[in-house]
C-alpha cells in the first residue's frame, strides 16, 4: 500500500499558477507510475495527468495540455505545476498511485486503474 499527501492547493487569480506537490511513502512506493485527478462540485472525478514510474513519460489530458505540467523527483514526490489557470479548473485535486508495480502511463486513465489515494487539496481559480 502507497500513503499519499498533497499539498499546496489554495485561492489564485484566473491567469496566475499554482503548484501542488504529493509526498508518497510505503516500501515500493517509487515503483508505482502516479497521476493526478480533480473533481469539481457536481462533476465526476476527471484525469489530469500522468508520470512514469522512473518519471521519464508523461501524459496529459487534452483539458490541461500545455498548461499543467506533471513531475516527479527522486525523493520520490510528485509535483502538479499549473499555469494559466482558468476558473475552469476550480476543483479538489487528488493524488492517485498505479494499482500494480512498473505500470505504463498508457494504460492509466480511469479511477480504476489505480489503487491509492490522497485525501484531496481545493483549488479555486477566482478573482
Known amino acids: 500500500q502507497v500513503q499519499l499527501v498533497e499539498s499546496g492547493g489554495g485561492l489564485v487569480q484566473p491567469g496566475g499558477s499554482l503548484t501542488l506537490s504529493c509526498a508518497a511513502s510505503?516500501?515500493?512506493?517509487?515503483?508505482?507510475?502516479m497521476g493526478w485527478f480533480r473533481q469539481a462540485p457536481g462533476k465526476e472525478r476527471e484525469f489530469v495527468a500522468a508520470v512514469s514510474w522512473a518519471g521519464g513519460t508523461t501524459y496529459h489530458a487534452g483539458s490541461v495540455k500545455g498548461r499543467f505540467t506533471i513531475s516527479r523527483d527522486n525523493s520520490n514526490t510528485v509535483y502538479l505545476q499549473m499555469n494559466s489557470l482558468e476558473p475552469e479548473d476550480t476543483a479538489v485535486y487528488y493524488c492517485?498511485?498505479?494499482?500494480?508495480?512498473?505500470?505504463?502511463?498508457?494504460?492509466?486513465?480511469?479511477?480504476?486503474?489505480?489503487?491509492?489515494w490522497g485525501q484531496g487539496t481545493q483549488v479555486t481559480v477566482s478573482s
Open positions: 510505503g516500501r515500493t512506493s517509487a515503483n508505482y507510475a
Open positions: 492517485a498511485a498505479a494499482r500494480s508495480r512498473f505500470q505504463r502511463v498508457a494504460d492509466l486513465r480511469e479511477s480504476a486503474d489505480f489503487g491509492s
